[in-house]
């Protein structure tokens, strides 16, 4: 069968599959997805298998691609991101066969897998694959920070390139507790953080000292305007400091 044909009757599959999944009742449906789900899990796992042994073998060189990187994007027309890390997973489970049960029970996705090929060890691997069971991307980084720690990153603030894209916003753990914050700014901004900055110098400079001095005062002019919360309550009128209140006096 040609391509064009497979995929054609991989389309007309999928849309059979769709009109028969309008038929089903909503228990049936989330009975379905349910069972769709473990079947994409298990799936996951026999593709990494496959990987795992056609990486070993060294085969894709004889089939006409550069890499496995490779095969992957034009052979299996993965996205750049899905074969790196199914490349990642695969070369783990060679060393480690254990991630293919965990990838196809679903304790541990291929992104999380992905994440931790790098450090898992002989020594390490069984409490570190324990400890980050179940948990999402996010929290897999939060493990591999508390297992190596990275030192704080200097405050930056630089310019960024005439028409180019600065980092993506986000968080990343470093060590137990400690987090590295980045994002882009205007040049607003940037004169608010240094003339913060001035202001505070007799206390710290340190954009983490500025800017949770900011949130501090943001988050209760926040509260007070929405919850009426003041550092300090008012007592209310008419009733003077040990005279008993209205109601005690009814």
Not at 88 to 113: E, K, N, Y
Not at 155 to 179: I, M, N
Not at 231 to 245: A, F, I, L, V
Request: proline fraction near 5%; include cysteine.
């Amino acid at each position: 069968m040609s391509s064009s044909n497979a995929v054609s009757v991989e389309l007309s599959t999928t849309t059979h599959s769709l009109s028969a999944l309008q038929d089903l009742s909503n228990r049936d449906l989330w009975s379905s997805v349910v069972v769709a789900n473990a079947g994409r899990r298990t799936a996951t796992a026999h593709l990494v298998a496959h990987l795992a042994e056609i990486d070993r073998r060294e085969l894709v060189y004889d089939e006409g691609y550069s890499s496995m990187y490779d095969f992957c994007v034009r052979g299996l027309r993965m996205s750049e991101g899905t074969a790196y890390r199914s490349i990642a997973g695969a070369r783990a489970a060679l060393s480690f066969p254990v991630v293919l049960t965990l990838l196809a029970d679903g304790s541990l996705h291929l992104s999380g897998l992905s994440l931790l090929a790098p450090r898992l060890t002989q020594d390490n691997h069984t409490a570190l694959l324990k400890q980050a069971a179940g948990k999402s991307s996010a929290g897999i980084r939060v493990v591999l920070a508390r297992w190596f720690p990275k030192p704080d990153v200097p405050d930056q603030v630089k310019p960024l390139r005439t028409g180019g894209k600065g980092p993506a916003p986000g968080v990343e753990p470093l060590s137990e507790g400690r987090f590295e914050v980045h994002f882009s700014a205007g040049a607003s901004l940037k004169a608010k953080l240094e003339h913060a900055q001035n202001l505070m110098s007799h206390v710290s400079r340190e954009l983490e000292v500025v800017i949770e001095r900011a949130l501090d005062a943001l988050i209760r002019e926040l509260e007070r305007k929405r919850w009426g919360k003041t550092d300090k309550p008012r007592r209310s009128r008419g009733t003077k400091p040990g005279e008993p209140g209205r109601a005690a006096r009814r």
